[in-house]
């Protein structure tokens, strides 16, 4: 009695254990086919932050720096990304797949007021599921970052897709990439002009797989010498 008495207490006593993967989810989900998006398509640009020390969180938490999508909503954006030429930009990302894990390092390095701009790992993100990007415009002509009012990960009312504080152009570009991802079935995260979920996301489960354990395109093969 004492001895069942005391692992109770104990029980009661010990922190909840740190959630070890993304949580478990009901129903069935279609096989991840996560395809690169430079392979799909080598014009789209990649600025990957998170893979450097120029993120908010101060140090890299990918080791490479690619970007993935499942593989209906890379071919999307690979459209979107050719359509934009004909006014003279293509798509520059930030961000697609993104394993559990990076939520997770997300959310507890966020100080609670600022929690909107990330994702509960408790529900997992879209980007977990690999629906979800984070991309902006680059001029063509200089491979320049397009000025889109506020910076990528800014943690302001600017970043808002509803915000009406900028220049013309800039709110022009903003809605030119809206416009462009809207028709090929993405919608915008309206705390974030980048952010754009992919409009089968339910159908993803979530995924807790690094960037560098994903496949990479077979190589060409080596040339024969004589
Ligand atoms: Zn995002």
New binding site residues.
Partial sequence: MTCLLASLVLAVALPAPAQAGPPAEAGTFRAPDLAELTVLEPGIRLDVRYARSDNFLGVPVYREARAFLQRPAAEAVARVHRKLAEKGYGLMVF?GYRPWAVTKAFWDATPDEKKLFVANPARGSR?NRGC???LTLYHLDTGKAADMGSGYDEFSTRSYATWEGGTKEQLDRRELLRGAMEREGFFV?PW?W??FDFKDWRDYPLLDVPLEKLGRPAAAPATKTP
Avoid: K, T
């Fill in positions: 961000d980007h979800s990007i984070d995260y974030e980048w952010h």
